[in-house]
């Protein structure tokens, strides 16, 4: 089926060659006012100015966007979307004074997590993660990165695991998965991190390789969590079965994992709210993206990543939501890029670019998704009448998303 879409006001993001930003790149936003497109088998074949030759056929589907904006979906590139249950009394306990570590500390955090997961049956994980998927597709999330981490024995992480291989299957949007067995210290192995490693190490990736269950490993690399040694040993394991690291780093303290992660040829380093000069420079340059997380910082009430001088920088920076009941109880990506231009200071260019293009890249699926380029998916936001695009991030809260085009067609 060939589809014309027409009448599009500003047609944003329009690439004729994909590649990751870097640096002043990423104020660069490319657009069409008074813009046409095509689509065929779910992917854009074409596009360009209604004031130019517009393609059609009499056997071609039109759809008259009646001056809505569009823009490539977002694509979130961190998330720990498959999770039991909210964890809002932490939510009051922080009210109430309390730290996240402090939290962690008493058994709170991840743990709870972790605990109310392993009662749940892979369905009802499925059920309640295939939901939260579908209400982030309608706020414009078109490509998904979910984490396991939330198991921490075998078991259950290989729980999680199955469940993001269901939503792989199932789902309409790319969706990949990281294995953050190494997430937190489980009860059990509390006094002795080296067992809990070499059960990551011996049992939980080699099962994980054998059904092919991961796309990434993930490590929580933090003071009181896993040392900058620790995650290395944990992303060479990894690393030996095809998995490349992706790992959080650099969110409570500067601990050194960027520069690791940067080491080790990781796709992203997430989170980074504690970022030193090592760090930056790490960066600078280099083809790890540092993945910010603008929301984790807002709830937790951490000071927000430097966004500014990461760019300065000429690092490759992307926005992600990193959804999850304990430091972003929220998945909503037009937020994310809003608070990131209101309190990391990025134009919405770059942060509408750091939410697509980069989001993209950050997940490996830059020639796929990311940008309205000929081949990839034609995974769409259209917009309510706006007056420009950086009207989006301005009108925060604001939900400005008329319809989501999901492989050419409305969802
Ligand atoms: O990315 N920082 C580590 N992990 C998650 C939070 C997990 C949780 O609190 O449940 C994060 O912020
Ligand atoms: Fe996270």
Same mark, same amino acid.
């Given at each position: 089926?060939?589809?014309?879409?027409?009448?599009?006001?500003?047609?944003?993001?329009?690439?004729?060659?994909?590649?990751?930003?870097?640096?002043?790149?990423?104020?660069?936003?490319?657009?069409?006012?008074?813009?046409?497109?095509?689509? @065929?088998?779910?992917?854009?074949?074409?596009?360009?100015?209604?004031? @130019?030759?517009?393609?059609?056929?009499?056997?071609?589907?039109?759809?008259?966007?009646?001056?809505?904006?569009?823009?490539?979906?977002?694509?979130?590139?961190?998330?720990?979307?498959?999770?039991?249950?909210?964890?809002?009394?932490?939510?009051?306990?922080?009210?109430?004074?309390?730290?996240?570590?402090?939290?962690?500390?008493?058994?709170?955090?991840?743990?709870?997590?972790?605990?109310?997961?392993?009662?749940?049956?892979?369905?009802?994980?499925?059920?309640?993660?295939?939901?939260?998927?579908?209400?982030?597709?309608?706020?414009?999330?078109?490509?998904?990165?979910?984490?396991?981490?939330?198991?921490?024995?075998?078991?259950?992480?290989?729980?999680?695991?199955?469940?993001?291989?269901?939503?792989?299957?199932?789902?309409?949007?790319?969706?990949?998965?990281?294995?953050?067995?190494?997430?937190?210290?489980?009860?059990?192995?509390?006094?002795?991190? @080296?067992?809990?490693?070499?059960?990551?190490?011996?049992?939980?990736?080699?099962?994980?390789?054998?059904?092919?269950?991961?796309?990434?490993?993930?490590?929580?690399?933090?003071?009181?969590?896993?040392?900058?040694?620790?995650?290395?040993?944990?992303?060479?394991?990894?690393?030996?079965?095809?998995?490349?690291?992706?790992?959080?780093?650099?969110?409570?303290?500067?601990?050194?994992?960027?520069?690791?992660?940067?080491?080790?040829?990781?796709?992203?380093?997430?989170?980074?709210?504690?970022? /030193?000069?090592?760090?930056?420079?790490?960066?600078?340059?280099?083809?790890?993206?540092?993945?910010?997380?603008?929301?984790?910082?807002?709830?937790?009430?951490?000071?927000?990543?430097?966004?500014?001088?990461?760019?300065?920088?000429?690092?490759?920076?992307?926005?992600?939501?990193?959804?999850?009941?304990?430091?972003?109880?929220?998945?909503?990506?037009?937020?994310?890029?809003?608070?990131?231009?209101?309190?990391?200071?990025?134009?919405?260019?770059?942060?509408?670019?750091?939410?697509?293009?980069?989001?993209?890249?950050?997940?490996?699926?830059?020639?796929?998704?990311?940008?309205?380029?000929?081949?990839?998916?034609?995974?769409?936001?259209?917009?309510?009448?706006?007056?420009?695009? /950086?009207?989006?991030?301005?009108?925060?809260?604001?939900?400005?998303?008329?319809?989501?085009?999901?492989?050419?067609?409305?969802?």
């Amino acid at each position: 089926m060939k589809i014309l879409v027409n009448h599009i006001a500003q047609l944003v993001n329009t690439r004729t060659r994909s590649k990751v930003l870097r640096g002043n790149e990423l104020a660069e936003l490319p657009m069409i006012n008074n813009a046409w497109l095509t689509i @065929e088998n779910g992917c854009i074949t074409g596009y360009g100015s209604m004031s @130019e030759p517009v393609p059609g056929g009499r056997d071609w589907t039109i759809i008259d966007a009646g001056g809505a904006t569009v823009l490539p979906a977002w694509c979130d590139s961190h998330t720990h979307l498959v999770f039991a249950a909210s964890r809002e009394e932490e939510f009051v306990d922080k009210i109430n004074g309390l730290s996240y570590a402090a939290i962690a500390a008493k058994g709170g955090g991840i743990l709870n997590s972790a605990r109310k997961l392993a009662t749940m049956s892979e369905d009802a994980l499925y059920d309640a993660a295939w939901n939260r998927l579908q209400s982030l597709m309608r706020l414009g999330t078109g490509a998904i990165e979910i984490k396991s981490g939330y198991g921490l024995d075998t078991n259950n992480e290989l729980k999680m695991l199955r469940v993001i291989r269901r939503l792989k299957a199932t789902a309409p949007i790319p969706v990949k998965a990281s294995f953050l067995g190494a997430h937190t210290y489980p009860l059990a192995y509390k006094d002795d991190h @080296e067992g809990y490693i070499r059960l990551i190490l011996n049992e939980m990736l080699p099962a994980i390789a054998r059904e092919g269950l991961a796309d990434y490993i993930d490590v929580f690399c933090e003071e009181g969590f896993f040392s900058v040694e620790e995650t290395e040993t944990i992303c060479r394991a990894g690393m030996q079965y095809g998995l490349k690291p992706k790992i959080h780093a650099n969110q409570l303290h500067a601990s050194g994992g960027a520069e690791l992660g940067v080491e080790l040829g990781a796709v992203s380093v997430d989170h980074l709210e504690s970022m /030193n000069a090592s760090a930056i420079d790490a960066l600078s340059g280099a083809d790890t993206i540092g993945t910010l997380l603008p929301t984790a910082a807002f709830f937790l009430r951490m000071p927000f990543q430097p966004a500014r001088e990461l760019i300065n920088a000429n690092a490759a920076i992307a926005l992600a939501s990193d959804f999850n009941p304990g430091s972003s109880p929220s998945g909503n990506m037009n937020f994310v890029v809003s608070l990131s231009c209101i309190q990391m200071k990025l134009l919405p260019a770059e942060a509408i670019n750091a939410a697509t293009i980069n989001g993209a890249y950050a997940m490996e699926l830059g020639d796929t998704v990311g940008s309205i380029t000929v081949g990839k998916k034609a995974n769409l936001i259209f917009t309510q009448p706006i007056p420009s695009v /950086n009207y989006l991030p301005y009108a925060f809260g604001t939900n400005l998303i008329h319809k989501v085009m999901i492989n050419g067609a409305f969802i």
